[in-house]
């Protein structure tokens, strides 16, 4: 039995074809197949049901598959060790980012990252935190940025900042002439929100949750970006709610629109999540440095409540 042999046991498990797994592990695909039969044969079992379109692990082979992948990894932690004892912060390193994030987070600490460690080679990747918590699992991810607590005991958590929530609100919104708002003012039926799948959304919708009931089947205006909420805004169809570093690029006109909320605001908690198996935390650490330092001057706030990104369960 071999680590390579247990890499192509993932790869298939993973894309339940032979001939993709090959092309993933770089390798041809009867090399890959011929690998696998043999540790087969060592361990006298069938990994794989290959009557199956498409392919299916068999019961014992789904047992080898959550061995393999620790296996794998406490593998990997070998290299990791010896980096660490030499200094060395460098080699491929995949981050996903959440969408909510990504576009004003990553302008502003990913130039700096890369002339500080020239030697990472960073893959980022904008992912939702469902899809995140799967390829921290699966191993496809090294780390990720998204919105915590998440409450999974194979994922660790390290906070970046903490970031507000502000109301952008036009001049025909009934609370337009408030200097500051609170969150019993908010009503969800005049609230423009994004689509599903965004934790920024279940945010929001908890935050309501805690003042009146929510009833999911009313009718509901949602959009996949924050610039498209504001321009829905704009045009009377309701108020909505921002992450305060995306407020910093709106333009002056639109800046009179955003009404802070009176201390303690509602913030969404920001961080670095990585698994427990802790592998490359060289990285992560530098990581967790270069973007905990560039953010730290942007916000300043420190009376927040943090709102959970987590969907409420409805109960019945």
């Known amino acids: 039995m071999t680590i390579t042999q247990l890499r192509y046991v993932l790869a298939v498990a993973e894309h339940q074809n032979f001939t993709k797994a090959a092309e993933k592990t770089f390798v041809t695909q009867p090399t890959l197949s011929m690998q696998i039969q043999k540790l087969e044969e060592e361990l006298d079992i ?28 406490e593998s990997e932690r070998i290299q990791d060790i010896v980096d660490q004892q030499k200094g060395f912060i460098g080699g491929e390193f995949k981050l996903g980012v959440i969408p909510t994030v990504m576009p004003t987070l990553l302008p502003m600490f990913l130039n700096n990252f890369i002339k500080k460690y020239p030697k990472v080679k960073l893959k980022i990747e904008e992912l939702t935190t469902e899809a995140i918590i799967e390829r921290l699992q699966d191993g496809h991810l090294d780390a990720a940025i998204a919105a915590t607590p998440l409450q999974n005991e194979n994922i660790k958590e390290r906070v970046l900042y903490y970031e507000p929530f502000v109301g952008y609100i036009p001049p025909s919104h009934r609370l337009n002439q408030k200097n500051k708002i609170d969150v019993s003012d908010l009503d969800i039926d005049d609230m423009l929100l994004l689509e599903d799948g965004h934790c920024f959304k279940d945010g929001i919708v908890n935050l309501c949750k805690t003042q009146k009931s929510y009833d999911d089947d009313h009718f509901q205006l949602e959009s996949g970006s924050f610039e498209t909420l504001v321009k829905l805004s704009n045009e009377g169809l309701g108020m909505t709610l921002l992450p305060y570093l995306h407020t910093l690029d709106i333009n002056d006109k639109e800046k009179r629109n955003l009404h802070h909320f009176n201390e303690p605001s509602p913030a969404r908690e920001v961080s670095l999540i990585y698994h427990k198996s802790e592998l490359k935390m060289q990285i992560i650490e530098a990581l967790h440095t270069t973007i905990a330092g560039v953010v730290k001057g942007a916000i300043t706030f420190q009376n927040v409540q943090i709102i959970s990104p987590l969907p409420k369960i409805k109960s019945d």
């Open 46 to 73: 069938l990994i794989f049901d290959r009557s199956k379109k498409p392919i299916e692990l068999t019961e014992v082979g789904r047992k080898l598959v959550q061995q393999a992948r620790n296996i794998v990894n």
